[in-house]
């Protein structure tokens, strides 16, 4: 089974930006697809962005088109979410998590959840 351990997060202002990484280990890596969903205090958990194991299709989030992107190096077994043009909005919880496929993903079919990484954006 992968593990996943999720960093970058911290404080920004609003407009700025931030790229939050995600490491596996494990050998399953290549075959998982993999996402980024966030929990911020008094909400439900949000889905963010999903990429193929392959990384050749990507799914978002309508609040994170065109401002998110989440990529992945299977070489060296990361996934990354760039994010910009920050909002409050966006301020919560991170997590980095592992699926079968990205319908899995998006429909919360999760085999493996990192730590979180905390992002908070300030007006």
């Known amino acids: 089974q992968v593990q996943l351990v999720e960093s970058g997060g911290g404080l920004v202002q609003a407009g700025g930006s931030l790229r939050l990484s995600c490491a596996a280990s494990?050998?399953?890596?290549?075959?998982?697809?993999m996402g980024w969903f966030r929990q911020s205090p008094g909400k439900e958990r949000e889905f963010v962005a999903a990429?193929?194991?392959?990384?050749?299709?990507?799914v978002y989030a309508d609040s994170s088109k065109g401002r998110f992107t989440i990529s992945r190096d299977n070489a060296k077994k990361m996934v990354y979410l760039q994010m910009n043009s920050l909002k409050p909005g966006d301020t919560g919880d991170y997590y980095c998590a592992a699926g079968a496929t990205i319908v899995k993903i998006r429909t919360g079919y999760l085999e493996v959840w990192g730590q979180g990484t905390l992002v908070t954006v300030s007006a």
């Open positions: 494990g050998p399953t890596f290549g075959s998982n697809a």
């Open positions: 990429i193929s194991p392959s990384g050749f299709t990507a």
